[in-house]
């Protein structure tokens, strides 16, 4: 009895196994890119294409008083952060430039010219405020950084994430991220 169902058992997987065979596909002439393995997925937006970073010939003018936008960063550290309306500017190479300007408590300000590059969650600057407080100075441009999170003075990921960028892309036009920042409207007050 049981070299009658080790027989049955035999000849039902090599009748799985011919069915199966016969089920199937390859084609008659393999082209090359058949043979590629269709597992490994790459999203559109998640390409590494051949990224070029637009030029920054020229700088915005230096920023008048009536022209900043504040912005909250940490309710615990004493600096105050405003972004100047008239120098945001949505790049066609998803970076988001702005010139910020950060004043301590005895009023001493920093004022920098910089961008946010969304799909990397970086920053560099571009130049900063000159010794003599009336020009730029192109010498202290930076490479490209990580954002740091959880400081206290993270303005960069404040920016990013509240008012500059969603999904790895800039959040809106530049019109309505001026008018987001006057209003203190985060991206995420416009969710709820």
Known sequence: ???TTLAA???????AGALLAGCSHTPANPTPSSNKDDSVFTYLLDRQGNWTENKVDQLPPLPQQSNLLPFDVSQNTPLKFAVDAKSVDVGSDGVVRYTVVVTSPSGARNVN???????TYEWRQYAGLNADHDGWDRDVATSWTRIENGNLNAYQAALYQDYFCDNKMPAAPTKT???NLRLGRTLSSAIH
């Open 1 to 3: 009895m049981k070299a």
């Open 177 to 179: 991220i001026v008018n």
């Open 113 to 119: 010219y910089q961008g946010i590059r969304c799909d």
């Open 9 to 15: 058992a035999s000849l039902v997987c090599a009748a």
